[in-house]
């Protein structure tokens, strides 16, 4: 065999690996998570843009890519919304510019609603198609401002909006939004 065909073979194998661990990883991400629509204009790129989010008790690591999702917090401890993108076939390898990810928590009950800035993250058609971002939710971040009174918990729902922008700062062609996680916070249980 010649060189050349040698790396092609490995490139062959090497391309079915990473689409067996992308499989993988679409499965571990499908079984966390609410549904999520997406749009991507220009109907003539085929491929498929999916998005998955939770709520957790830590970020991404490369030990634990995928934390385990919460629905019941504690308001005095931190936490992490964690989003995560995959752009396929065509869609990756024809697209560049950024994704900008928001989330935005709408309060059940007397309380402000609240917002966090939008991040940003290159897209990369040359690579996997695969993208995390998360956000870090500080300590206090759901306790309610004084006047409001301390009740026994309250629910809020966090709302993901993924869209982009191409290389020119303009609106890009993908745009989509996830269902609402609900989240139940409590005050902080003491220690005896």
Not at 170 to 188: F, K, Q, T, Y
Request: charged share 20%; aromatic share 10%.
């Amino acid at each position: 065999m010649s060189n050349e065909t040698v790396e092609t073979v490995e490139a062959v194998e090497a391309a079915k690996a990473t689409e067996a661990a992308g499989t993988v990883e679409t499965a571990e991400l499908a079984s966390r998570t609410p549904a999520c629509s997406v749009e991507i204009f220009r109907r003539g790129v085929p491929g498929d843009v999916r998005i998955w989010y939770w709520v957790a008790e830590s970020h991404p690591t490369a030990d634990v890519p995928y934390p385990d999702p919460v629905d019941i917090i504690s308001w005095d401890e931190t936490y992490y919304v964690v989003v995560y993108i995959t752009l396929s076939d065509a869609v990756r390898r024809h697209l560049c510019g950024t994704l900008c990810v928001d989330i935005d928590v709408d309060t059940c009950g007397p309380a402000p609603d609240l917002q966090f800035p939008e991040q940003d993250v290159e897209l990369n058609p040359c690579g996997s198609g695969f993208y995390v971002v998360w956000f870090r939710l500080p300590a206090g971040t759901f306790q309610p401002p004084p006047g409001y009174p301390n009740r026994c918990g309250r629910v809020y729902r966090l709302c993901v909006t993924v869209g982009s922008h191409d290389p020119c700062g303009g609106p890009g062609l993908i745009w989509g939004h996830c269902d609402s996680v609900e989240i139940a916070v409590h005050p902080p249980v003491p220690n005896p």
